[in-house]
């Protein structure tokens, strides 16, 4: 198919903007699937997804991690992450 136009022609038969909003959808999901393997998000019987625990160790040592990356250099976001560990 990359050989032949048909590749080029299905890609400019798609408006931009769908394509757009094709891979903010897409990164999204990805998002949505890191924040739930998490735990900072749940699935919920009442209103289909809840916060999840902050308690948890795991996820609270994380949210520390990437507050701390927020506002640090390179050098001292890979040695907190060497510390953590």
Same mark, same amino acid.
């Given at each position: 198919?990359?050989?032949?136009?048909?590749?080029?022609?299905?890609?400019?038969?798609?408006?931009?903007?769908?394509?757009?909003?094709?891979?903010?959808?897409?990164?999204?999901?990805?998002?949505?699937?890191?924040?739930? =393997?998490?735990?900072?998000?749940?699935? $919920?019987?009442?209103?289909?997804?809840?916060?999840? $625990?902050?308690?948890?160790? $795991?996820?609270?040592?994380?949210?520390?991690?990437?507050?701390?990356?927020? =506002?640090?250099?390179? %050098?001292?976001?890979?040695?907190?992450?060497?510390? %953590?560990?």
């Amino acid at each position: 198919m990359s050989i032949t136009p048909l590749r080029k022609w299905m890609l400019d038969s798609i408006p931009l903007n769908l394509r757009i909003a094709m891979g903010a959808g897409v990164g999204l999901f990805i998002g949505f699937i890191g924040l739930k =393997n998490g735990g900072i998000i749940i699935s $919920d019987g009442a209103t289909f997804l809840s916060l999840g $625990d902050f308690q948890i160790p $795991d996820l609270v040592s994380w949210l520390r991690i990437f507050a701390y990356s927020q =506002n640090s250099q390179k %050098e001292k976001f890979l040695g907190l992450l060497l510390l %953590e560990f």
